[in-house]
């Protein structure tokens, strides 16, 4: 995974990416001897950290949900998270039922993403331009209208909150891929 991350990043103007990168760089680099002497407990330390950032159990927690950030009271399960249900809809896509976490949490919008993605791909193969245009045009609105306005928040937590380089590259690559969506979407809808 990681040189294909270089070799993105090397294609990218998102500093963000880019230190996403570097970081996920150093991280393989560091961890490489620990995962290869116990990979169980390399595995377990990153569980750890994981369930102290984003399951409630440390002294930093970071949610991973867009009624948070923008929702009135700032708790689960406000006026974003509908907002979200409701659009999904216009598409009949739902979140995998084994999934547990609310459908404004930063995975299922951003499989939301993919989905759209994949209908744009599809009607493009199809040689239907304009669907696939009204696609990429309902990425770059649930862009503007959701992630673009949470999702920099949830970074800014997750580098206050950790010290471990995957999570801190990861908050940077999700920041950093944002921004080379915004553009890409808007560049493939000019050419159709």
């Given amino acids: 995974m990681q040189p294909v991350v270089a070799g993105l990043a090397k294609d990218s103007d998102s500093q963000d990416f880019l230190e996403g990168s570097t970081l996920l760089t150093k991280f393989v680099g560091t ?13 377990q330390r990153l569980a750890a950290e994981y369930a102290s950032l ?67 791909a599809l009607s493009i193969e199809k040689g239907k331009k304009d669907y696939a245009k009204g696609y990429l045009k309902n990425q770059k609105e649930f862009l503007e209208l959701h992630l673009s306005r949470w999702v920099p928040e949830l970074v800014k937590k997750v580098k206050w909150a950790s010290e471990n380089d995957f999570y801190l590259a990861m908050a940077s690559l999700l920041q950093g891929f944002l921004e080379i969506e915004r553009s890409f979407v808007t560049r493939l809808a000019k050419e159709l």
């Fill in 31 to 43: 961890v490489k001897s620990d995962y290869e002497k116990d990979k169980r407990m390399f595995l």
């Fill in 54 to 120: 984003f399951l409630n159990v440390g002294l930093k927690p970071v949610y991973l949900a867009e009624s948070v950030y923008l929702g009135k009271s700032h708790l689960l399960y406000e006026e974003p998270y509908f907002d979200v249900v409701r659009i999904y809809g216009l598409y009949d896509f739902k979140k995998t039922a084994s999934f547990r976490e609310p459908e404004d949490h930063i995975s299922v919008e951003l499989e939301f993403m993919a989905h759209l993605c994949d209908l744009a």
